[in-house]
């Protein structure tokens, strides 16, 4: 297929601090941004040429975004569908199907499975029934709702067979998977970046560290064997490959046991979290792979070009009378890269912004950047 040229208008189905990223690289490059977001303060309306300010199944606001020359989305919730009707009238990447998949952690399990990959010993809850003598040997576990979980919501830690019931309960009765606890030694993501089995490349694996279950820093490179970085790639790629995957695909992965076995955790399919260094410490960042993709463009070089740290910023660090976090050190500091959202509502556990600090090793870079998000406080 010929490739989408500047200055042609690509829609998003979003316009969240993903959708803002996406949307500075691609007016960068060139193009033109139709974002469609309910959200009138949308990050991504700074930026963007069009803001559609409508639910995401608006039907006149998708027949606009259908006249974009391509589409992609920031999220995997809600929309699957819409992006399978857009489908019908212009380029979207990644797939509805597969955005149906990641949104899904019963789906998506089966699809890791399919894939040939491990993941965390488990067993579907989709009724009180399927709770019985065989769901001990998942114990403990953590019991998640199938759908709509992020940043750990959704998830309750069980022990006994009677806490199962009680947690599926307390999940309102909906469809859940129960997970064994895993002997977690590290956590890692893999962003993979695919056009076609011909044309994927890599990021290096990112060791991201969660507080809360939301993920506070991501260092790259990740202080891991070689070895086990160069399986957690392949394991990546195998899987985009599987779902024949266009576009950002982030996969997350557990290290597990003294063998540093991998286990795939979940899936993301667009840019993620742990892949915001790329934009200030690899040649390309995830956000202009996801603009080239999706305008049929083969991946830029992923190289990393030095060791880093991206810190999260949550709106905890907000002062409750408005104030602002102290930002003089980060500002101050020569290799330290402050990402501010726009966002207008600071809220405990809410992704304000994010930096990125740059060091000689990953040690130092994981030191620098706690350093300076202690003196945001
Ligand atoms: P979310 O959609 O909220 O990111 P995850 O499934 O990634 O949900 O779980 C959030 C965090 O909880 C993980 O990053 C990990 O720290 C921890 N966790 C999840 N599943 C397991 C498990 N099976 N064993 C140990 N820790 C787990
Ligand atoms: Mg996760």
New binding site residues.
């Given amino acids: 297929m010929k490739p989408i040229l500047p200055p042609a208008m690509l829609g998003i189905l979003g316009g969240g601090q993903l959708g803002s990223m996406f949307t500075v690289a691609a007016k960068t490059m060139g193009y033109r941004v139709t974002v469609l977001d309910p959200d009138p303060n949308a990050p991504a309306a700074r930026f963007a040429d069009c803001h559609l300010c409508a639910p995401f199944d608006d039907a006149v606001a998708l027949k606009t975004l259908a006249q974009c020359a391509a589409v992609t989305t920031e999220f995997e919730n809600v929309h699957a569908q819409s992006m399978r009707d857009l489908a019908q009238h212009t380029r979207v990447s990644p797939s509805g199907d597969c955005v149906a998949i990641a949104q899904n952690r019963i789906a998506e399990k089966a699809w890791i499975r399919k894939a040939g990959l491990p993941t ?1 010993p488990y067993q579907t809850v989709e009724r009180i029934g399927d709770i019985d003598e065989g769901t001990a040997q998942y114990l403990p ?2 019991l ?1 709702t199938a759908t709509l ?5 959704g ?1 309750i830690r069980v022990r006994t067979v009677a806490e199962v019931q009680a947690a599926f309960e307390q999940h309102g009765g909906v469809a859940c998977v129960l ?4 002997d ?1 030694r590290a ?1 890692i993501s893999v962003i993979v970046c695919r056009l076609d089995s011909r044309h994927t490349a890599t990021y290096d694996p990112a060791e991201n560290r ?1 507080d809360n ?1 939301i993920l506070s820093y991501s260092t790259v490179p990740a202080r891991l064997p070689e070895t086990v970085q160069r399986q957690a790639r392949q394991m990546a790629v195998r899987l985009a490959d599987a779902l024949d995957y266009v576009g950002v695909l982030a996969v ?1 992965m ?1 290290v597990v046991g003294d063998a540093q076995d991998l286990v795939v ?2 899936i993301a399919p667009r840019p993620h979290n742990s892949g915001h260094h790329t934009i200030d410490a690899c040649a390309a960042s995830q956000f202009q792979q996801q603009v080239r993709l999706m305008c049929g463009l083969p991946p830029a070089d992923t190289r990393l070009l030095s060791p880093c740290t991206m810190a999260n910023i949550l709106g905890d660090l907000w002062g409750g009378n408005g104030g602002e976090p102290h930002w003089e050190a980060v500002q101050q500091h020569p290799s330290a890269h402050l990402h501010l959202y726009g966002k207008t509502a600071a809220r405990n556990g809410r992704k304000m912004g994010h930096f990125t600090v740059l060091a000689d090793t990953a040690d130092q870079a994981y030191a620098a950047a706690q350093q300076l998000h202690a003196q945001l406080d």
């Fill in positions: 965390a576990g953590i998640k979980g992020y940043d750990g919501k998830q997970e064994k606890m895993v977690l956590e969660h279950g997350e557990f955790n979940e």
